[in-house]
Structures are given as C-alpha cells and as structure tokens.
C-alpha cells in the first residue's frame, strides 16, 4: 500500500493550500512535489491520474471545458465521467480499487489556464457503469481529524460528505468567479489601478442572489480591499458610462492619507476597463447600482 506516500503529498498539498488558497497553478501541482530529489507529478495528462511511484491514482481532473462533462449531479455529489468507454479500462479499475479499499483522493477543477480548485480529500462513493460515471464526495478530512471526531455512523458519514462536497462546490463557484475577473482586469484594481493579487476582490455589480446578480465577468470589478469597501458601503459609485465618484459629504470630510488620495482623489477618475471589450462591465447593471449610490447620497 502507498499510505505514507500518499499521507505526504497529502500534507505538502494543504501546506500549499493554507499559504496560496485552493486555487492553485498547474507548475505547482506538476512539479512541486519532490521527495528523495525526485519530482511526483500531481495531475496527468488526463482525468485519472496514477503516478508511477504510487499503487494508486492519486487525483482526479474535471475540466468543464474538456471532452467529458464532469460536474457536480446534484448540489452535493460529484459526477465524474469514465476514461473512455470501457467500464474495465485500468484507469478506471483503479478507481473502483479507490472505491472498495476507501483510499482518498484529490480533486482538481480546472478553473482557467493553467489554473485549478484544489480539494483534499475526496473519495469515491459510487460507480455507475451503465452511464459510464463515478461519483465522487468530499470531506474535510483536517479539520474533522482536528477535532477529534470519528465518524462511525455510515449515515453520519454520508450526510457529512454531502454537506462537505456542497461547501467545495459554493467555495468553487467563488473561486472561479473571482479568478475569471482577476484575470479580464489584468489582476489590478478597476479603481486605484493595485496590482497585489492578495489585496484584490472580485466584487459583484449586483449582489449574489439578486435579479441580474449572476456569477458573469460582465457582473464583476476587479477591486483593492477598500475600493470594494467603498464600493459596497455606497462611499464609492460607478456610473454606466464608466466614471468613479465619490459621495458628496464624503468629498468635504478632512482625514488622513487614505481618505485624501485613496477615496476622494479618485473621484471623477476613468474605471480603468478589462483587457477585452465583451468583459467591460455591463451598463444596465451599472446603472441600477449606481441608482443606489445617489439615493445613499
Ligand atoms: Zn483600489
């Protein structure tokens, strides 16, 4: 069995995890990982991944974009496509070894170029071969094992891996959210032009779960901290035809450097527009914002 392997890649990863988040660069993944000087690639080629110096695979890809229509079945299940169309396909069979020895697994969502949603661990749950699909469940192996808790209870535990893979999917939709504004901004701030990724947010024109409050780049600004702040607490607005201002009362208020040159020097300044023309933000929502924004003023 390949256990102390696994359980050190398994370590390294969310050692990874804590320090950059779960959205992780393919370099990292593919050539992080060393152990005795030698290099154990995370991810193949294709969907199910074996490296050599493991018995058994040690991830899983989906790519929404790729040939198979890997997604989540419901809000709280993975469907995971077969490697082709035989059901005894190695690949394949070692998944179902995944399955009936409850080996864990990682999960890879391939959110952009070169960039994917990491999760640890995850564990095949289901097979279906009459439509060539697994099904895949998620678990918060860390912070259960933290706590203490064991979990012996097979309905307990099937809840809680529910639970667990519906937060990897909501933690996924923001993640894939933010990294596809950061990236049609050219990762800096709309407003004051700051390039630390760290310190960006992808903030919504209109708010999640809102009419027209969809997950899209056009419903999206790539903001600093206190931009999005602003932005939020209708201190900052931004009208339809793309120009920054700041509240009235705010302008006349007397504070330090920040209020002096990050906020009201800002205003009346050009939003500084995505690299591409079909990502600028959308003008209807725009303007519906920016109808809050005056009413605030
Ligand atoms: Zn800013």
Redesign the pocket.
């Given at each position: 069995m390949d256990t102390p392997l696994r359980l050190a890649i398994f370590e390294w990863l969310n050692q990874q995890i804590s320090v950059y988040g779960n959205v992780l660069h393919f370099n990292v993944l593919n050539s992080g990982f060393k152990i005795n000087g030698e290099i154990i690639h995370l991810l193949g080629s294709k969907g199910i991944w074996k490296p050599k110096q493991l018995d058994y695979p040690i991830s899983v890809v989906s790519d929404p974009n790729g040939i198979y229509d890997d997604g989540f079945i419901t809000d709280s299940l993975i469907s995971y496509s077969y490697e082709g169309k035989n059901p005894n396909y190695w690949t394949n069979q070692l998944l179902r070894d995944c399955m009936m020895k409850n080996i864990p697994l990682i999960y890879l969502h391939k959110i952009t170029k070169g960039k994917y949603y990491v999760h640890l661990p995850v564990y095949i749950v289901g097979d279906k071969p009459e439509r060539l699909k697994f099904t895949i469940a998620a678990e918060q192996g860390i912070k259960t094992q933290e706590a203490g808790i064991i979990i012996q209870d097979p309905e307990e535990k099937y809840l809680i891996r529910r639970y667990s893979t519906r937060e990897v999917k909501q933690r996924l939709h923001q993640s894939t959210f933010r990294e596809l504004v950061l990236d049609a901004y050219r990762e800096h701030?709309?407003?004051?032009?700051?390039k630390h990724r760290e310190l960006l947010d992808a903030a919504h024109i209109i708010g999640d779960g809102e009419e027209l409050g969809h997950p899209v780049i056009q419903n999206g600004l790539s903001?600093?901290?206190?931009?999005?702040a602003a932005f939020d607490n209708h201190i900052i607005g931004i009208s339809p035809d793309y120009v920054v201002h700041v509240r009235e009362d705010i302008l006349h208020e007397i504070d330090g450097p920040m209020l002096k040159y990050?906020i009201q020097s800002?205003d009346k300044n050009k939003l500084i527009l995505p690299k591409s023309h079909k990502h600028y933000p959308d003008k209807e929502r725009l303007d519906k914002r920016f109808e809050g924004f005056m009413k605030a003023g």
């Open positions: 701030c709309a407003i004051c032009n700051l903001l600093c901290k206190i931009h999005h990050g800002m």
